[in-house]
Structures are given as C-alpha cells and as structure tokens.
T-cell receptor, first 113, second 115 residues
Framework: QQQVKQSPQSLIVQKGGISIINCAYENTAFDYFPWYQQFPGKGPALLIAIRPDVSEKKEGRFTISFNKSAKQFSLHIMDSQPGDSATYFCAASGASGTYKYIFGTGTRLKVLA | DAGVIQSPRHEVTEMGQEVTLRCKPISGHNSLFWYRQTMMRGLELLIYFNNNVPIDDSGMPEDRFSAKMPNASFSTLKIQPSEPRDSAVYFC?????????????FGDGTRLSIL
C-alpha cells in the first residue's frame, strides 16, 4: 500500500513533442505529490508539486494532472527540449502523519534535438 | 542561498574501512533525511530526523549503518565496517515546516565506492 508505481521506465521524445510520465498510488492518506528532476551527478531537484484538492497544476511547460478517484497522477512536459533530458521521479507523502516520501522508480527521458 | 551541502562528493575506500558521510542542511530547516540511490533499488530512505531526533530508521539496512544529528546544522551517516554492496550514491535532504507538503531539498550526494 506504500508503493508508488511509475511508468514508463524510459522515454524518447522528439524536440517540441510532449513527454508524459505516469504514476499510480494506493494509499489514500497521501496528501502531497511532488515531481523531482535529476541530472547526472546532481541531486533530485523539485520540479512541481500538487495536493489532492486540485486536479491540475501548471508551471511553465510542466503540468501535473491529478485523478484522485483513479489514484493516478501524471507529469506532462510540453514543447520538450534537449535540456529536459534527465531522470524524473514522482513521489507521494503524508501517509501516517509522516514526512516520508515514497518515490517512484524513475523515468529516464531523452529529448532528441 | 546555500543549499544542502554534502561532503565528500566522492569516496573510494577498501572494504572493512569506516566511512563517514557528512551533511549540512539548509539553515532553518528542521527535518533531515538520508537516502541511498542505486540502479537496482532506486531512491531508498534510510533515516530521517525531526528537530535533531531520529524519527524513523526503518530503512537503515543493518547495524553497520548509523546516523547522528548532534545539532541543527550537521548530520553524519557512518558505515562500519563497509562492504562492496554499500557502493551507491548517498543523498541528504532537508525540509522546513511541520507538514508533509513542504518540499525536501536535496544535496548533490556522495558517490561511495567500496573496493
């Protein structure tokens, strides 16, 4: 019940295309869903986050769509650029009143120039 | 603003040796997390502290691992004795506030290689 399932494991997109990464969770007690971006040799950096009381959040080219009934959320990267090539992790937090993140397994995105 | 600072960035040592990883959280943050990242297991939470007190160490793999947070600005993760299977990237993260929906801020990690 603590798992967060992330797909796909890897993704190749043409420059200007839309990248979509999906995550699913089971524990309805989660109340915070961040996405992190990680470049090689660097730590994960917060990209965008959402709470379950909204269905969508947009920041620039990055959008989170949240489906509470389906217990799914996804990251959409519009107009994908080669500089977006990185590993993306979804996470969920808030269950059991703790600050623990449960991370997905990551998606390696490559945007072709 | 200074982010989370980890040292050393790289560590190579022989099995059986003691390894100490260090972390300076962002000033004012009251929660600190140690993670391990490997290709096989992804990002694993090892332990986290709140107000310098260990809250959950259920992710610490075995007694060879220990972590301390003597004050709000410093934490260590120690492995003694180290083994080749401990080779991984170890991250420290910190957050502020008392709710789950404050983001964790990660350092750039320590790449540990045990020969």
């Amino acid at each position: 019940q603590q798992q967060v399932k992330q797909s796909p494991q890897s993704l190749i997109v043409q420059k200007g295309g839309i990248s979509i990464i999906n995550c699913a969770y089971e524990n309805t007690a989660f109340d915070y869903f961040p996405w992190y971006q990680q470049f090689p040799g660097k730590g994960p950096a917060l990209l965008i986050a959402i709470r379950p009381d909204v269905s969508e959040k947009k920041e620039g080219r990055f959008t989170i769509s949240f489906n509470k009934s389906a217990k799914q959320f996804s990251l959409h990267i519009m107009d994908s650029q080669p500089g977006d090539s990185a590993t993306y992790f979804c996470a969920a937090s808030g269950a059991s009143g703790t600050y623990k993140y449960i991370f997905g397994t990551g998606t390696r995105l490559k945007v072709l120039a | 603003d200074a982010g989370v600072i980890q040292s050393p960035r790289h560590e190579v040592t022989e099995m059986g040796q003691e390894v100490t990883l260090r972390c300076k959280p962002i000033s004012g943050h009251n929660s600190l997390f140690w993670y391990r990242q490997t290709m096989m297991r992804g990002l694993e939470l090892l332990i986290y502290f709140n107000n310098n007190v260990p809250i959950d160490d259920s992710g610490m793999p075995e007694d060879r691992f220990s972590a301390k947070m003597p004050n709000a600005s410093f934490s260590t993760l120690k492995i003694q004795p180290s083994e080749p299977r401990d080779s991984a990237v170890y991250f420290c993260a910190s957050k502020s506030g008392q709710s789950s929906n404050q983001p964790q801020h990660f350092g750039d990690g320590t790449r540990l290689s045990i020969l």
